[in-house]
């Protein structure tokens, strides 16, 4: 029973890490809202088509920062009629794919924009998510780590990648990605579960103890906050 527990949250924590942590991005509303606002203004105002794709592209990825997957769609299809290469756009459709479970999809568009774009961090970071989709958790921490290579940094990439160390056990890696995801990021809560997590693995109840009270500082009303209190009884 308890590995079938660690295990549910393990995928909770995997989907949640697909976008930015909801309180960290709540802090951001009103900058982002605002860069969003005059990206998509530009955008539509712009005469050169490059630079119109540019623009929308970097709308359409701050929208999923956001959680605004509808309208990052609509952005970045917007960007691909003016400018069908655009890497930021073409990754923008793939991430938003993904979320809609549309895996397929989101391999052909992909696809093409590793074909035209090998060395762009973003593009391997969404390819390393649509792999663990599919239950390749080898081929996802591939990517996780040519995205790194390719300069590509966010909270997301460190977390996923704890996350999938945690489903291949590797319970070690995992604890790396998550210490590394709370130096670089001290307020996202989930690299604190995600580190009690890989600490209760490892049979380090104080460690573990440590990590899940930051956690529930952090994200008190959190859906798994409940779950991570019964944890802490039982440690």
């Given at each position: 029973?308890?590995?079938?527990t660690?295990?549910?949250?393990?995928?909770?924590?995997?989907?949640?890490?697909?976008?930015?942590?909801?309180?960290?991005?709540?802090?951001?509303d009103?900058?982002?809202?605002?860069?969003?606002?005059?990206?998509?203004?530009?955008?539509?105002?712009?005469?050169?088509?490059?630079?119109?794709?540019?623009?929308?592209?970097?709308?359409?990825?701050?929208?999923?920062?956001?959680?605004?997957?509808?309208?990052?769609?609509?952005?970045?299809?917007?960007?691909?009629?003016a400018?069908?290469?655009?890497?930021?756009?073409?990754?923008?459709?793939?991430?938003?794919?993904?979320?809609?479970?549309?895996i397929?999809?989101?391999g052909?568009?992909?696809?093409?924009?590793?074909?035209?774009?090998?060395?762009?961090?973003?593009?391997?970071?969404?390819?390393?998510?649509?792999?663990?989709?599919?239950?390749?958790?080898?081929?996802?921490?591939?990517?996780?780590?040519?995205?790194?290579?390719?300069?590509?940094?966010?909270?997301?990439?460190?977390?996923?990648?704890?996350?999938?160390?945690?489903?291949?056990?590797?319970?070690?890696?995992?604890?790396?990605?998550?210490?590394?995801?709370?130096?670089?990021?001290p307020?996202?809560?989930?690299?604190?579960?995600?580190?009690?997590?890989?600490?209760q693995a490892?049979?380090k109840?104080?460690?573990?103890?440590?990590?899940?009270?930051?956690?529930?500082?952090?994200?008190?009303?959190?859906?798994?906050?409940?779950?991570?209190?019964?944890?802490?009884?039982?440690?």
């Open positions: 029973m308890k590995h079938i660690i295990y549910f949250l393990i995928v909770i924590s995997l989907l949640l890490a697909a976008c930015k942590d909801k309180a960290a991005v709540k802090k951001l009103i900058p982002i809202n605002q860069k969003i606002d005059g990206l998509m203004k530009d955008a539509a105002a712009a005469t050169d088509e490059n630079k119109k794709a540019a623009l929308y592209g970097e709308a359409s990825e701050l929208l999923i920062d956001k959680g605004d997957m509808r309208q990052a769609m609509l952005a970045a299809r917007n960007g691909e009629r400018n069908p290469t655009q890497k930021q756009c073409l990754a923008s459709i793939a991430e938003v794919q993904i979320s809609e479970g549309k397929n999809e989101a052909l568009t992909l696809k093409d924009l590793l074909q035209r774009h090998p060395q762009y961090g973003r593009a391997h970071f969404i390819q390393g998510n649509l792999n663990a989709s599919r239950n390749d958790f080898a081929g996802a921490i591939k990517s996780y780590d040519l995205a790194e290579k390719h300069k590509f940094t966010d909270v997301r990439l460190l977390l996923n990648h704890g996350n999938v160390s945690l489903r291949m056990k590797k319970t070690r890696d995992a604890a790396k990605s998550y210490a590394r995801a709370i130096a670089a990021y307020d996202v809560a989930e690299g604190y579960l995600g580190a009690g997590i890989a600490a490892e049979k109840k104080a460690d573990a103890k440590k990590n899940f009270e930051k956690f529930l500082e952090l994200a008190p009303h959190a859906s798994q906050a409940q779950r991570v209190r019964l944890w802490m009884k039982n440690l």
